[in-house]
């Protein structure tokens, strides 16, 4: 008989742990007392995790469950010193021979040796007992079910043990048990297992295995009849309270006994080097239900195959993604599709990589199990995990498998596993992208997404109520796009509402809607389908300097996110944050779009969020720090962008910061492509630093983006922004930023048609540059004034506001704002019959715009003098300024000004009776303004409607 391993010896004096049964403390064989009931469920949290640290958070949820009471870390405090003094009895004993409880951050560490406790004993001789000769095997099993004294941990009254702890070691008794049993079928027992099997099928009436066992036991006993029996009562009993069948390993097991299998009588046992002849492996797991879409990836892992039949791909495919994304089930739906392509079998193992209850399984574990598969007996298992790997490369040689690795950790657990030959084909499922796979083992990696809206519906409802999406088909895509398509929350979403029949769809589109609460209702009891549970998994492994970074994505307002911008934020270079990242992405956490720009799932964003804010003490001033350094980045690079635009208009500069390392920026084409890419990050920008007041951040970050507001005109978010800037620069009561947050509300207004609200913010504006005292600011107040003015027909108000502005930006010599005044004092000229006039201010205006190089307002102008051509019948000098315009406009990227250059080109064609042309051009003007949003479509929809009844 081989010696007993040391990691299944029982102690003999000094402590000893008891759970499985009512919680006990030993101390050489004599039960100490253990105090009250909350004292013994901290110390059940910490014997139950040996040498690892147990957060101050956990205990308390452990003890208290949701609603702890406010001493609650005190009492937790109390407890830790009352075993510590409980564990120094008996003080003679070796101090690494005692029991400790150490202060770990965020907890404490219970360090003991883990064969004191009986649980982690009783594991470790279940382990142990795999791969021993049937006779000892059946011994060591024995003897962990001893230290089963009755229910586990019946004395303690916390329910989240009783939740996530007790059902394992229930489910640890329950396969050891059938591990003996199946030692015992082995040495031949059959006739006094039907008795023992005949109550624990009674006992377990839905265990498959033990069914099975018996059904043996009594075909080998000559009970042939009896054993059928038990197959189909068991078969009934599945149909009745579950709906299914029994597994395939019981059906076969039954289909063998109708063929008098002879195989079923104890067969010789095998070497090594001999192969199984039985049938051929099977060991996927059952198909998923309700699997939906997926059909680009299908089709993706079909060419794979395809390829590899021909020889032209590797043995190795691989799924990754973020937590939840589907990698499973997609995997496993696939192989059931192709498992007729693999005559030999299919082997599967779950490597369990995010576990958050068990160790990752080691190569050595999961070669041990597919050689037992493949009909290896115990004994002839190399202990070398070489030779392991070298025997089951060999049982598969010119043989066709289909391996399935689920839930792989890293390349290094993967490799001993890989066939030698190319005969088979191995997918692996993974949270992590293995490069080194790739390079090593021509890996073909294929990343998964999220589902889209239609297919996330159609999960909804498969995985649901069928016919819900149908009933509230716009509350069931909301309900899809906050889930982010994400199939985890989506099948939780789903269960929440089978589970609920009169919750509607929009119920709990309402209760997720709140972001701050959104995680927490996608939890349900089962920890292994909990969306924070598996962000957990993947968090817990990073290391500290990537999991900081993590969580302050978490402060990130927009959807994207440049290198350069986490650099500010993590206060690091560029570098260390690219690195950082795609660290991040390798672990399926962010997402590389394009290359130095990332994203994250909403989900995930928020994870990180609430990680921030049920941090240490010291993370809202870290929060806080680094959301300043990240707007300060907006700022600087903002303020370098807007320069290539326009020239600036008021005194605010950032880029001369050179502590920022800015994106290069080249030209005006480059400034307008950092803004259209960076447009939504800055709208959430000044969003956020209104509502986390910062308030000078927030308004001075909204000025930065009017030269490029004036260019691309995107109403709403100008009013959004705008709004934000305004009221936060009241909070601080910050003049300039009142004066200047106004006249651009102010701009907006006027330009989308609503010249009353335009007045009313202009004359704000106005009010606050009177307060100022600065001449600058008040003439831009007053040629805002004449704008607005004109538009609500007060002419000789207008005029005599933008003569003021004009006399005020000449005294002051500034050329740039004295056309602007121009400008808007041709309008008043124009209306009131002074077209000469009107045409020569323009023409003033137009030399100054070409000296400053502010190609946006040079276009405006031009079509300006388009328009006065054209009332003066000089078309040709129109369609000129028209044409220029057009051109200046299509430089400068501002479609509004191409737009009214068609729309100018038209009247110019209308003025020579040229009405093709001019619908034409009217057309394309019409186009472009919808496109925008802009108010001036209805002004061009009238001429084509006066056009076409001219025509009829």
């Not at 993590?570 to 130095?596: I, Q």
């Not at 921030?612 to 003490?617: E, H, I, K, M």
């Not at 002051?812 to 005044?821: H, I, M, S, W």
């Not at 009131?832 to 070409?850: F, P, S």
């Amino acid at each position: 008989m081989p010696a007993q391993d040391s990691s299944t010896r029982a102690p003999s004096t000094g402590f000893e742990f008891r759970v499985l049964g009512p919680l006990d403390v030993l101390y050489d064989g004599v039960s100490q007392p253990l105090g009250n009931s909350g004292l013994r469920s901290a110390l059940a949290c910490l014997l139950l995790e040996p040498n690892q640290v147990v957060s101050i958070d956990r205990l308390i949820e452990t003890l208290w469950g949701p609603a702890p009471p406010a001493t609650a870390r005190t009492i937790v405090h109390g407890y830790v010193s009352r075993l510590r003094k409980l564990f120094s009895v008996g003080s003679t004993d070796a101090a690494e021979d005692r029991p400790q409880i150490v202060t770990s951050s965020p907890g404490y560490l219970l360090r003991v040796d883990s064969d004191r406790v009986d649980a982690h004993r009783a594991r470790a001789l279940v382990n142990h007992a795999q791969g021993l000769e049937p006779a000892e095997r059946s011994r060591v099993l024995a003897e962990a079910l001893t230290l089963w004294r009755g229910p586990v941990l019946s004395d303690i009254s916390s329910d989240r043990l009783h939740r996530m702890v007790v059902p394992n070691l229930d489910e640890l008794r329950l396969l050891a048990l059938e591990e003996r049993i199946s030692a015992d079928l082995d040495l031949g027992d059959d006739k006094r297992l039907v008795v023992e099997l005949s109550t624990l099928v009674e006992r377990y009436p839905l265990r498959e295995r033990l069914t099975g066992q018996l059904m043996l036991a009594n075909y080998r006993s000559g009970r042939r009849a009896e054993a059928q029996s038990w197959y189909h009562a068991l078969r009934g009993r599945l149909a009745d309270e579950l709906g299914i069948d029994p597994g395939p390993e019981l059906r076969t097991l039954y289909e063998r006994m109708l063929r008098d299998d002879e195989s079923l009588q104890r067969p010789p046992r095998r070497s090594g080097k001999e192969r199984d002849t039985g049938p051929a492996p099977a060991e996927l797991p059952p198909a998923v239900a309700g699997f939906v879409g997926r059909q680009r990836e299908l089709a993706a892992l079909d060419r794979i195959l395809a390829e590899h039949e021909q020889g032209q791909a590797n043995l190795l495919a691989m799924l990754t993604g973020t937590a939840g994304v589907g990698k499973s089930a997609l995997a496993i739906t696939w192989s059931h599709r192709v498992t007729h392509l693999f005559p030999d079998g299919q082997l599967h193992a779950s490597l369990r990589g995010f576990d958050s209850e068990r160790a990752p399984l080691s190569p050595g574990e999961a070669l041990t199990g597919f050689l037992k598969t493949l009909g290896v007996a115990a004994d002839g298992i190399p202990v070398d995990l070489d030779e392991r790997a070298a025997l089951y490369r060999s049982l598969l040689a010119e043989r066709r498998f289909l391996i399935l690795l689920d839930d792989a950790r890293d390349a290094e657990q993967v490799k001993p596993l890989l066939p030698g030959s190319a005969g088979s084909l191995v997918l692996v499922t993974s949270r992590r992208r293995m490069d080194g796979l790739v390079v090593r083992s021509g890996a073909r990696i294929l990343p998964l997404e999220t589902l889209p809206t239609e297919a996330a519906v159609e999960l909804l409802d498969r995985a649901g109520v069928p016919g819900r999406s149908e009933a509230e088909p716009a509350a069931a895509r909301e309900l899809a796009e906050l889930c982010g398509g994400l199939p985890l929350a989506l099948r939780i979403a789903a269960a929440r509402l089978a589970t609920n029949p009169g919750r509607g769809v929009c119920d709990l589109v309402d209760e997720l809607a709140d972001e701050r609460d959104r995680l927490r209702a996608l939890d349900i009891d089962d920890p292994d389908a909990s969306v924070r549970r598996a962000f957990d998994i993947s968090y817990r492994t990073l290391h500290p300097t990537h999991a900081t970074t993590f969580r302050l994505l978490g402060l990130v307002p927009g959807h994207t996110f440049t290198v350069h911008a986490v650099a500010a934020l993590c206060g690091t270079d560029p570098v260390t944050s690219r690195r950082r990242l795609r660290v991040l992405a390798l672990a399926h956490l962010v997402t590389e779009y394009e290359p130095d720009r990332f994203g994250m799932h909403d989900l995930l964003r928020l994870y990180a969020r609430d990680l921030l804010a049920t941090g240490d003490p010291g993370a809202e001033q870290e929060s806080g720090a680094a959301l300043g350094r990240l707007l300060h980045h907006y700022l600087v690079v903002a303020d370098h962008a807007r320069r290539f635009l326009r020239p600036t208009r008021d005194d605010l500069d950032f880029s001369a910061d050179e502590t920022v390392v800015r994106p290069r920026i080249t030209g005006r084409s480059g400034a307008l492509e950092w803004f259209d890419v960076e447009w939504p990050n800055l709208v959430a920008a000044i969003v956020t630093a209104n509502a986390e007041q910062w308030h000078e951040s927030a308004w001075r970050l909204t000025r930065l983006q009017f030269n490029y507001l004036m260019v691309r005109c995107p109403w709403e978010d100008w009013i959004t922004i705008y709004t934000k800037g305004l009221d936060s620069a009241r909070r601080v009561d910050d003049p300039p930023g009142k004066v200047l947050m106004s006249a651009g509300l102010g701009v907006v207004h006027s330009r989308f048609g609503n010249a009353d609200a335009a007045l009313e913010y202009y004359a704000e504006s106005h009010e606050g540059a009177v307060a100022t005292g600065e001449p600058g600011w008040l003439a831009m107040a007053q040629v805002n004034m004449g704008s607005v003015l004109f538009r609500l027909g007060r002419y000789d108000e207008a005029q005599r506001h933008c003569q003021d502005a004009l006399r005020t930006y000449r005294r002051l010599g500034d050329r740039y704002r004295e056309a602007g005044a121009l400008n808007n004092l041709a309008q008043v000229e124009q209306v009131n019959g002074h077209r000469e006039a009107a045409l020569e201010h323009l023409r003033e205006a137009v030399v100054m715009y070409r000296e400053a190089d502010d190609l946006e307002t040079l276009a405006m102008v031009l079509n300006n003098c388009g328009e006065v051509s054209v009332e003066l019948g000089r078309s040709s000098d129109a369609e000129r300024y028209h044409d220029e315009a057009l051109g200046v406009a299509l430089r400068c990227g501002s479609a509004m000004r191409q737009a009214a250059a068609h729309l100018g080109l038209g009247d110019v064609a209308r003025a020579r009776r040229d009405f093709p042309v001019a619908r034409v051009r009217w057309e394309t003007a019409l186009s472009i303004f919808e496109s925008g949003g802009s108010p001036r479509a209805l002004e061009v929809r009238a001429r084509l409607d006066e056009s076409q009844r001219g025509v009829g």
